[in-house]
């Protein structure tokens, strides 16, 4: 079965210090990958998405980067963190394994003071 | 631009009843639709989907009701407990099986059902 790992679960980081968020996608093979955001009274908020290694593309203007460095692995960085960052970050995949829809994982509570 | 909305922010009802949430949309690309469950400091967790060839799905005490020509949908849980307590996102797709675009979220419905 597919498992989808994200860390940390929650993280407080000074303004103007870098940021590495780490997702793992477990038993499948060239998923697409996703990066989520949900800033407090918003819905989600799609940031990046990527359909393979490498290929990134980005869906809002932001300080943040996102990255594949392997097939199953995605990274959202940034190399100098805002207030405005702030939010719940939730990675997710999707892709044909027989079945719809998207697998999220547990998210990462980003507080930047 | 909200292409996909939830009008509602909360709703409470009472445990046992039918518990409705509603949701809107504007992209006639859209072709699935999907709700998800979602606790505090957790992800989001998919419930039910349906996509535009359909105008009702159900699973369990959850269905998923299709307007297209209206672009609306509503979910329906019957009976309502109190694990049901959570906030709601309807989210929308033109690709069913992911691709580059993502899913399209509203902002979400807080559920609360009342003992």
């Known amino acids: 079965s597919q498992t989808i790992h994200q860390w940390p679960a929650t993280l407080v980081q000074p303004v103007g210090s870098p940021l590495s968020l780490e997702c793992t996608v477990e038993g499948t093979s060239n998923p697409n990958l996703y990066w989520y955001r949900q800033a407090a009274g918003r819905g989600l908020q799609l940031l990046f998405y990527?359909?393979?290694?490498?290929?990134i593309s980005s869906e809002v203007p932001q300080n943040l980067s996102a990255s594949r460095p392997q097939d199953r692995q995605f990274i959202l960085s940034s190399k100098k963190l805002l207030l405005s960052d702030s939010g719940f970050y939730l990675c997710a995949w999707s892709g044909w394994e027989g079945m719809y829809g998207y697998t999220f994982g547990s998210g990462t509570r980003l507080t930047v003071v | 631009d909200q292409q996909v909305k939830q009008n509602s922010p909360s709703l409470s009802v009472q445990e046992g009843r039918i518990s409705i949430l509603n949701c809107d949309y504007t992209n006639s690309m859209f072709d699935y639709f999907l709700w998800y469950k979602k606790y505090p400091a957790e992800g989001p967790t998919f419930l039910i989907s349906i996509s535009s060839i359909k105008d009702k799905n159900e699973d369990g005490r959850f269905t998923v009701f299709l307007n297209k020509s209206a672009k609306h949908l509503s979910l329906h849980i019957v009976p309502s407990q109190p694990g049901d307590s959570a906030v709601y996102f309807c989210?929308?797709?033109?690709?069913?099986?992911?691709?580059?675009?993502?899913?399209?979220f509203g902002k979400g419905t807080h559920l609360i059902i009342q003992p």
């Open positions: 989210a929308a797709s033109g690709d069913p099986g992911g691709g580059a675009d993502g899913l399209t």
């Open positions: 990527s359909v393979g290694i490498g290929q």
